[in-house]
């Protein structure tokens, strides 16, 4: 037997599938973890809903002994026999044969390795966006060679992502955005935890001659809550901005593991999660359906039983259990807590179990209570070996004991401290955290700086942490990853899009009725046949009102929700065809109501699904416009008063106000670039031909130019839909 001390896990909760089951509706399905090693015993809380106590104090992580009272939730108290027989186990180094294959150490003599997230696997790499059988290390000739087994996410030697290729000792072999190498491949036990620490090297930022980021350095490691503090203007945000990737520095890099963040952001595509200050989350739905949806696409490549599995741990891990059929709802429409909001909002990261998490003050507008759930709920994910960092404005005593270090910044972006959180009052020669800032306000920020620079906090937390950072590759522009249309993402955005509208009742119902509004009211008042081109034209620029209304603001209504897919795998072509295929379904009842209500009343001579088709036509484009107006402004209210901009041209220069025969040069080549220019010719020919043809020519227009009008009104809708593409895209670069 081996003299080789092993480690043993021994799970707690409600679930069957734990070690330890407690039949307690107050304790977690997975609720806490004892870690057993060389008879030194730690309590570990898995992010459990009510928490973890030891004699009588909230923990993430601590040691213990049989002398403890350790309680799971409050009212819950551990009783250490349950424990014993795991102890013992321990002792005589006896584990199950399951547990033994964990331990088996891959031998260099083997010539091939099989890499994957399942246990059948000879490393495992236990993470969602590892494929279940991933990637294989094969020895031919002496050399080893890895070949992807077309996994989800890929396999990337050096940032560049592979099919086969020859791997030496000093490449960077990351595999679900976890960096390796084959001394870490051959040195592994079966299980690879896959650790993941971020460096900066003299990150600056810089707009024009002013400095928001001055030459920050620091590196943060695996398992570490670090709070983000400074006054306004103090370059926060853009810290956290570029050292999650999504702003590029002026200077400096950044670095995971070895690898520059900049030169290979598709290879740690997932790695890394950002929750913004807002919740980004759609209030129509409800709380597993939010999931689910958002697990469909950015897991798109796994299977439903996996998304459901993963989505299930998600929940369980956030308290959200007892919430998950339930709407998520808003201050304004009944649904879930505040907190409870929260928390969806950070799920929707945790799904693809980013190894590094950023959030942009995650606990603004919470009651207290709520504010430290949700501290220890993200102290307990930094548990598990991620490192969380959070920007925050509420300094109190309680959230500096539950961090674990800090970062201050001083205006000009200067870094004024970085170390324990613990330590931060006493650095600062203050009482009370937030007395921090009245100190910041006391000295020139460059003072700061200098201070830091010289002081034992700096050699430990800065200095001492450079060699354990590495670099291996500098910073260079990489082009992005090119994103084709993707009918599988399609068809989740369509499901996700259909079921936010008709949610929306009210909205949805005002739209509706729009339709029937207006054909009553032209069938009561064009009664008359010498009416009849005028009712034809008010059906045009009613089939145009409608389709630009119904799509004006639904861009710019969920655009913080667009931003955040976007950063990870969403498609426009596919997000596009979404949106155009929900509204034009709206676009078929409202033209639909419109001919049969209008036609028979009027007793005209086309028929009602030939006006349906000529409406449902014309309201195309006019879809379209609206989608464009709404992907390049900024607000609901500025897309809506654009609306009057865009129909009035409509009107004024659609051929009846001033007939056609009768608009000079310049009024034509205006009108010209008027759908209801088109749509109403195509319609007076449809009506009139063939037995009153003064009502097609008296207006100046041809009875021979259907076939034209249609292909010009399609390919307005063509025209508009790549500049709408187009608009998104250049989203991406702002």
């Known amino acids: 037997m081996s003299n080789t001390s092993t480690e043993r896990i021994v799970l707690v909760g409600r679930s069957t599938a734990c070690h330890i089951v407690i039949d307690n509706q107050k304790v977690s399905s997975k609720h806490a973890q004892f870690r057993i090693k060389d008879s030194v015993i730690t309590l570990e809380d898995t992010g459990s809903t009510n928490g973890t106590y030891v004699n009588g104090?909230?923990?993430?992580?601590?040691?213990?002994?049989?002398?403890?009272?350790?309680?799971?939730?409050?009212?819950?108290?551990?009783?250490?026999?349950?424990?014993?027989?795991?102890?013992?186990?321990?002792?005589?180094?006896?584990?199950?044969?399951?547990?033994?294959?964990?331990?088996?150490?891959?031998?260099?003599?083997?010539?091939?390795?099989?890499?994957?997230?399942?246990?059948?696997?000879?490393?495992?790499?236990?993470?969602?966006?590892?494929s279940r059988n991933h990637a294989k290390l094969e020895k031919v000739g002496g050399e080893w060679f890895i070949e992807d087994l077309d996994s989800s996410n890929g396999t990337f030697i050096n940032g560049k992502k592979i099919k086969r290729a020859k791997v030496t000792p000093k490449d960077v072999i990351t595999i679900g955005g976890v960096p390796l190498n084959l001394s870490t491949l051959f040195s592994s036990e079966k299980e690879i935890a896959g650790d993941i620490k971020i460096a900066t090297e003299d990150l600056t930022f810089k707009v024009k001659e002013k400095t928001i980021v001055d030459e920050i350095g620091l590196t943060i490691m695996p398992g570490e809550f670090v709070g983000l503090i400074g006054?306004?203007?103090?370059?926060?945000?853009?810290?956290?901005?570029?050292?999650?990737?999504?702003?590029?520095?002026?200077?400096?890099?950044?670095?995971?593991?070895?690898?520059?963040?900049?030169?290979?952001?598709?290879?740690?595509?997932?790695?890394?999660?950002?929750?913004?200050?807002?919740?980004?989350?759609?209030?129509?739905?409800?709380?597993?359906?939010?999931?689910?949806?958002?697990?469909?696409?950015?897991?798109?490549?796994?299977?439903?039983?996996?998304?459901?599995?993963?989505?299930?741990?998600?929940?369980?891990?956030?308290?959200?259990?007892?919430?998950?059929?339930?709407?998520?709802?808003?201050?304004?429409?009944?649904?879930?807590?505040?907190?409870?909001?929260?928390?969806?909002?950070?799920?929707?990261?945790?799904?693809?179990?980013?190894?590094?998490?950023?959030?942009?003050?995650?606990?603004?507008?919470?009651?207290?209570?709520?504010d430290l759930d949700v501290m220890y709920l993200l102290k307990n994910i930094a548990a598990k070996g991620k490192i969380v960092i959070l920007t925050t404005h509420n300094i109190t005593k309680d959230n500096f004991e539950i961090l674990s270090h800090l970062i201050v910044l001083t205006k000009g972006g200067k870094l004024a401290y970085f170390g324990k959180a613990s330590k931060a009052t006493e650095y600062f020669e203050v009482e009370k955290p937030y007395e921090i800032f009245e100190k910041l306000e006391s000295k020139d920020p460059d003072y700061w700086k200098e201070k830091y620079k010289n002081s034992p906090e700096y050699k430990i937390f800065v200095e001492g942490r450079k060699d354990s950072a590495g670099k291996t590759q500098a910073a260079e522009a990489m082009p992005p990853p090119k994103r084709k249309a993707d009918l599988k993402q399609y068809l989740t955005l369509t499901s996700r899009y259909f079921k936010v509208k008709s949610r929306d009742h009210v909205s949805t119902a005002i739209l509706l009725l729009q339709a029937p509004i207006i054909a009553a009211l032209i069938a009561l008042v064009f009664n008359e046949f010498e009416e009849r081109t005028a009712a034809l034209f008010i059906l045009v620029i009613a089939a145009v009102w409608l389709g630009c209304s119904n799509a004006a603001r639904e861009i710019v209504a969920e655009q913080a929700v667009y931003k955040r897919e976007r950063m990870v795998n969403l498609k426009i072509p596919s997000y596009l065809f979404s949106k155009v295929?929900?509204?034009?379904?709206?676009?078929?009842?409202?033209?639909?109501?419109?001919?049969?209500?209008?036609?028979?009343?009027?007793?005209?001579?086309?028929?009602?699904?030939?006006?349906?088709?000529?409406?449902?036509?014309?309201?195309?484009?006019?879809?379209?416009?609206?989608?464009?107006?709404?992907?390049?402004?900024?607000?609901?209210?500025?897309?809506?008063?654009?609306?009057?901009?865009?129909?009035?041209?409509?009107?004024?220069?659609?051929?009846?106000?001033?007939?056609?025969?009768?608009?000079?040069?310049?009024?034509?080549?205006?009108?010209?670039?008027?759908?209801?220019?088109?749509?109403?010719?195509?319609?007076?020919?449809?009506?009139?031909?063939?037995?009153?043809?003064?009502?097609?020519?008296?207006?100046?227009?041809?009875?021979?130019?259907?076939?034209?009008?249609?292909?010009?009104?399609?390919?307005?809708?063509?025209?508009?839909?790549?500049?709408?593409?187009?608009?998104?895209?250049?989203?991406?670069?702002?």
């Open 581 to 734: 295929t929900v509204l034009l379904l709206l676009c078929v009842i409202q033209c639909a109501v419109l001919a049969v209500i209008v036609v028979p009343s009027l007793d005209m001579n086309s028929s009602v699904i030939s006006m349906f088709f000529m409406l449902l036509i014309t309201s195309l484009p006019a879809l379209l416009l609206g989608l464009l107006i709404s992907s390049f402004v900024s607000t609901t209210e500025a897309a809506m008063g654009l609306i009057p901009l865009v129909l009035i041209p409509q009107v004024i220069l659609g051929g009846l106000i001033s007939t056609f025969n009768n608009m000079g040069d310049l009024e034509k080549f205006l009108a010209a670039f008027m759908p209801s220019r088109w749509s109403f010719e195509a319609m007076t020919i449809m009506e009139y031909k063939d037995f009153y043809d003064e009502g097609i020519y008296g207006l100046g227009f041809s009875a021979d130019n259907f076939a034209v009008d249609i292909a010009v009104i399609l390919s307005f809708s063509v025209a508009y839909f790549l500049l709408t593409a187009y608009s998104l895209k250049r989203k991406d670069v702002s």
């Open 231 to 370: 006054p306004s203007g103090a370059g926060k945000t853009s810290l956290m901005m570029m050292m999650n990737g999504v702003v590029r520095p002026s200077a400096g890099d950044v670095y995971i593991n070895s690898q520059s963040l900049y030169a290979n952001f598709d290879s740690f595509k997932g790695q890394i999660g950002y929750v913004p200050q807002d919740d980004i989350i759609h209030r129509e739905l409800k709380v597993k359906e939010s999931f689910q949806y958002t697990g469909k696409l950015r897991l798109e490549n796994f299977t439903d039983e996996d998304i459901s599995a993963q989505v299930d741990n998600v929940l369980t891990t956030l308290g959200l259990d007892e919430t998950r059929d339930t709407l998520i709802g808003s201050a304004e429409k009944k649904g879930i807590s505040g907190g409870q909001r929260k928390r969806v909002n950070l799920g929707q990261e945790l799904l693809t179990e980013p190894s590094i998490l950023f959030l942009d003050e995650p606990t603004s507008g919470l009651d207290p209570k709520t």
């Open 57 to 130: 104090e909230r923990i993430a992580s601590k040691t213990v002994t049989s002398d403890d009272t350790i309680n799971f939730s409050k009212n819950y108290t551990f009783e250490w026999k349950l424990l014993e027989p795991f102890l013992k186990m321990a002792q005589e180094a006896v584990s199950p044969a399951g547990e033994q294959r964990l331990k088996t150490v891959i031998a260099r003599e083997k010539s091939l390795i099989k890499i994957g997230r399942t246990d059948d696997n000879d490393l495992v790499i236990k993470n969602i966006k590892v």
